[in-house]
Structures are given as C-alpha cells and as structure tokens.
C-alpha cells in the first residue's frame, strides 16, 4: 500500500509544490519568479542538520522533503543548491528503495524541481521532464495523490504560460518533445481532482483560479478565487496565500 496520507504531507506540500514547475516556466529566460513563489512560511519543525543520515525509505523520502522546505528559506545561494541537490539524492534512493510507492516519486519531483533553477535551458527541459515522469509515476501508483494531481495541473499551465516560441524551440532543439501534449484542458482536469479529493487546501483552489483566470474563463475564476478565500487555514503559509487570492481577485475583470 502507498504510504502517502493526504493531511500527513500537509507540511511538505506547502508553496513548494508549486515550485517544482519553475524549471519549466523558466525555460530560455521566458519566466520569473511570480509573487506566490517568494512566500516566506515557518521553517519546518525538524532541521535536516540535526536528523540521523537516513537510509529506510521512509527516512530518505521525509529527509528529502525537509531539505527542500530548508531550501525554500535559505538566503544563501550554495547553501541552498546544496540542500536541493541533497534532497535529490535522498528521494532517488527512496525511489530505488521502493519504485512502487507515490510518495517518493512526488518528493524526487519537488526536488528535480528546485534543482533545475539553477541549472541552464538545456537542463531545465531535462529537468521539466522528468517532474513530469515521476509525478505522472506517483498517480499510477496513488490516482488520487493530491500533491501528484497538484503538480501534473500546474506542469501543464507553466508550459501553456510560455510563449509559441519558447516552446517549439524547447520541442524542436532541448529534447523537451514531451512539452508538446501540454494543453490547458489537461491543466483544469488535475486541479479539479485536486479540489475534489481536498476541497479544504486553499492551495488547490487558488491555483485553479488562476488557470481558470490565464484560460479567460473569467466567471469560473471568481469562484474559485472566493472559494479559495473562504478556504481555513490548512497549511504554514496559507494567510499569505489568502492575500494573494484576495490580490488578484480585486484585479480580475
């Protein structure tokens, strides 16, 4: 059986889930950093410099996610490519360990993430990529994995979001062929998903809203923005998500 317990991840998924898409969006300089991605939550309760070196499975796979969420926070530029390509390391072996359950592809997908923005075009795609497989790999195993549902939604809108050009160039020359089945429908099937499985993750609902938003389904935004906005706080840094929701709720027209 799959280890993955949706409320026990709450803390892992997080702003980082998001995160894992920026290698895409990013691709060729066409991207940047939006304001939900620069969120600054609590640190996670257990530092990684002060856990055991993990082996078990379960071990790498949460020591993988604490060093990503240490990641998020760390000013220092080495430091926190260190921490990344840590937590890479650590969700591989958990992947090795044991292929056949979600949460360790969902975690070695938040980490190819977040090591891919410091990486060059070429890389990215590779990079994108492979988010794609191992969070496509977590849904085989667990169909209903929000954090797997979550990525796979905002993979496909970060592809869409690039421009014609930065995408046939990523197709045609950066061996990211795979960009081509991206396609908004997909986008708003997965975070639908999401939404049903965990209608109380404010995260869910507000980046539906924004696809919905980005697709000009104008209507269907609002909702989804004020559903967002009456969600309870479920997550570390969902007060700052209710902003942003809030933000861009009073500038959809």
Not at 192 to 214: G, M, N, S, T
Request: include cysteine; glycine fraction near 6%.
């Amino acid at each position: 059986m799959p280890t993955y317990i949706a409320r026990l991840s709450t803390a892992r998924f997080r702003c980082s889930v998001h995160l894992v898409l920026l290698a895409s969006a990013s691709l060729l300089g066409a991207g940047s950093l939006l304001p939900w991605h620069r969120v600054a939550a609590q640190m996670p309760a257990a530092r990684l410099s002060v856990m055991a070196e993990p082996n078990t499975y379960a071990e790498l796979w949460q020591a993988a996610a604490t060093a990503v969420d240490e990641g998020e926070f760390e000013r220092n530029e080495s430091v926190r490519t260190a921490l990344y390509a840590k937590a890479t390391a650590y969700a591989r072996r958990a992947v090795a360990l044991n292929p056949g359950d979600a949460e360790g592809h969902f975690q070695l997908s938040r980490a190819l993430g977040r090591t891919a923005l410091a990486l060059g075009p070429r890389e990215r795609v590779k990079y994108g990529i492979e988010v794609r497989e191992h969070a496509l790999s977590a849904l085989k195993v667990a169909p209903k994995h929000p954090g797997a549902l979550h990525v796979m939604g905002v993979w496909n809108a970060e592809i869409m979001r690039l421009n014609g050009l930065s995408r046939a160039v990523a197709k045609a020359f950066l061996g990211g062929q795979v960009f081509g089945t991206a396609s908004w429908s997909e986008a708003v099937r997965y975070l639908e998903l999401a939404v049903q499985i965990e209608p109380e993750r404010l995260v869910h609902r507000l980046d539906l809203a924004r696809i919905y938003r980005d697709m000009g389904r104008t209507d269907e935004a609002r909702g989804a923005y004020k559903a967002a906005l009456a969600s309870e706080n479920a997550d570390a840094n969902d007060a700052v998500y209710r902003q942003h929701a809030g933000e861009e709720l009073r500038r959809l027209k």
